[in-house]
């Protein structure tokens, strides 16, 4: 949440800030602003809204040195007031993050005369570096931080200093390199095209980027080495490439993600480091999947299997309750946190709750060099590439694949060889699902649903939770996903003409049991669908259903790979039909940073 961006020495920077800003709009975008330093001052534009609002703005600021941000609202609603870079004396600012004791801050401030003009915990930062500045930026910036508590990145300007300087501390941010100009950002992405080399800093470092060079110090003063690598090429595969939406797009290279997900788990060496880690610790007594959201679902998948396969306790936890709650988790539990960004901050503190305790923690993620895998003992790859879209689709089909080979790999290897097998078939599977579902007419359904309700039993469960959250995520229609047998013990009662109900059968034997619960809704007038897999509805079902989507069969554990793809496609062309903007949902962000 929250995308920031810094360059200096470039001929133009608004205009290379406008593009990085678009580039991370993902990341929020309830308002928008950048400042530059143009002759020693600062100037600014910011405003409500998508980025766009800003380009005439941005067009007519000239200067070689600024930041800019695109927000995610955490304190104080989206206005003009609220939009960063927040502007004071010397100083521009802008923020990723919470300031946990803003409101102390701020009431020491105003009792010495700082006027502030909006309502975020975000401008305590600049006024605490104005309060502490007398000539030397460095102890300015220092004695900032110093006061914070809570979650930043920061990029600041300073007028009087050509450059900026970046500032991390449990939020992510990035610094490049590209001939004699410097930048940051909170992502990659942004930096493509710009930047040649990258580096990721630490917690507790501050960059400063100036003439040409970046030096780092930590939180104490003391000097920090700077390790620059090239930038990594899926940074660069971000355009649409054709495609109407980012999401569509991302639905279409599922095959592409689970296949590279399941090159990098062999070509890293996954297997072994389980292994090892099983073994050092006498096996794993038993295992806790832990995620938000999309990453959950996933999660929840794999424990479905997993206790089955392994024959040990296997759980799976939402990060924002694990993290708050007593747990049992020991030396002899293995921990997997699931995040695509790898900076869910209730993950990465779950993750770091559980290291605490003991266990031996693994780090399922899209992203390498993410605040996850710093905490990880062991770093499980997803490799789907760079998701644009605030909705995750092909990152949870990596997930579903890394989880599957980390669980068969803890089985030993002739269960690890089976599964590796199994996945080689998959991405036919899952591009015959793509090309092969007709999904116009369910999608129409649901839009003109009150409620659109998702069910399934046993491994199908998850996939119902998926698909209910991608139709609210993208198209605001509301509705829930329930295991089948549960639709009777309350919901029911909100079942009627004007709902819709999709059946997810993967699963031949229980196939049974939720065609009685659809019988069950026909019986209360109400309407059905049925995404299945080939051979595991009943004949009957199917005829009587008023959509039926057939996909290909696969073993339990990779099913929702292929079992999804429909779900995701329905959430799609709803949102289309009801004319809401599929990539950028309102009120959410791609990487929820804060709690």
């Known amino acids: 949440m929250c995308g920031i961006i810094g360059c200096t020495g470039v001929k133009c920077a608004s205009k290379i800030l406008y593009k990085g800003l678009e580039d991370l709009e993902y990341r929020g975008y309830d308002s928008a602003g950048i400042a530059v330093l143009d002759g020693g001052k600062i100037f600014s534009v910011k405003r409500r809204g998508r980025v766009s609002e800003i380009k005439s703005g941005a067009e007519k600021l000239r200067g070689t040195s600024g930041i800019g941000h695109t927000r995610w609202a955490t304190h104080g609603r989206p206005s003009d007031e609220n939009a960063h870079p927040h502007t004071a004396g010397a100083f521009s600012v802008v923020h990723n993050g919470i300031i ?17 003009s909006s309502q975020t915990d975000s401008e305590v930062v600049v006024h605490l570096l104005n309060k502490y500045y007398s000539g030397d930026l460095k102890a300015a910036v220092l004695s900032a931080v110093e006061r914070l508590k809570g979650a930043f990145a920061l990029c600041i300007l300073c007028e009087g200093y050509e450059g900026f300087v970046a500032v991390k501390y449990r939020n992510p941010i990035i610094v490049g390199v590209g001939g004699d ?35 780092l110090c930590d939180f104490n003063g003391g000097a920090a080495g700077l390790s620059l690598s090239p930038i990594p090429a899926a940074a660069r595969s971000t355009r649409l490439g054709g495609f109407p939406h980012y999401m569509i797009k991302e639905i279409n290279e599922i095959p592409a993600a689970v296949k590279n997900t399941v090159h990098a788990f062999t070509e890293e060496k996954c297997y072994a480091a389980l292994t090892r880690a099983a073994k050092k610790r006498g096996g794993f007594k038993d295992i806790i999947l832990c995620g938000c959201g999309t990453a959950y679902h996933s999660a929840l998948a794999a424990a479905y299997t997993a206790e089955e396969l392994l024959g040990i306790p296997v759980r799976a936890e939402t990060a924002g309750e694990f993290r708050y709650k007593k747990s049992a988790a020991n030396s002899g539990t293995l921990f997997v946190a699931v995040s695509q960004s790898g900076e869910t901050a209730d993950t990465v503190e779950a993750a770091r709750a559980a290291k605490g305790a003991g266990a ?72 015959a699902a793509i090309s092969d579902c007709m999904v116009e007419a369910a999608a129409r359904a649901c ?11 046993g491994i199908d469960y998850p996939v119902a939770l998926e698909g209910s959250l991608k139709l609210k995520e993208v198209s605001y229609v509301p509705g829930e996903g329930y295991p089948a047998g549960e639709l009777k013990h309350g919901t029911i009662a909100l079942i009627d003409g004007g709902t819709l109900t999709v059946a997810v059968i993967t699963d031949k034997t229980l196939a049974e049991k939720t065609a009685s619960a659809i019988e069950q809704i026909y019986s209360r007038g109400g309407r059905a669908a049925v995404v299945y897999a080939s051979g595991c509805a009943p004949e009957n079902l199917i005829e009587r259903a008023e959509f039926a989507i057939e996909v290909p069969a696969s073993s339990d554990s990779i099913s929702p ?14 949102a289309v039909i009801l004319g809401r903007d599929p990539d950028k949902p309102r009120n959410l962000a791609k990487s929820v940073t804060v709690e």
């Open 181 to 215: 100009a410097l930048y940051a950002a909170s992502d990659m992405p942004a930096l493509a095209g710009l930047a040649e080399s990258v580096a990721v800093l630490k917690d507790g470092q501050i960059a400063f980027a100036s003439e040409g060079k970046i030096t």
């Open 100 to 116: 946990e004791n803003y409101a102390v801050l701020r009431e020491e401030l105003v009792s010495e005369g700082h006027v502030f």
């Open 447 to 457: 839009a003109s649903s009150s409620g659109v309700y998702f069910i399934g039993r």
């Open 561 to 574: 790979i292929v079992s999804v793809i429909p779900l995701q496609l329905i959430a799609y062309r709803t």
């Open 360 to 431: 031996c923690v693994a780090a399922v993620t899209n992203v390498p060099y993410s605040a996850l895998t710093g905490v990880a003992d062991i770093v499980v790859p997803v490799r789907a590439g760079t998701e644009v879209c605030v909705a995750a689709t092909k990152s949870y089909c990596g997930q579903i694949a890394a989880l599957a080979l980390t669980v068969t790999a803890l089985k030993g290897r002739q269960a690890y060889i089976k599964m590796l097998a199994e996945l080689k078939d998959i991405g036919a599977k899952c591009s």
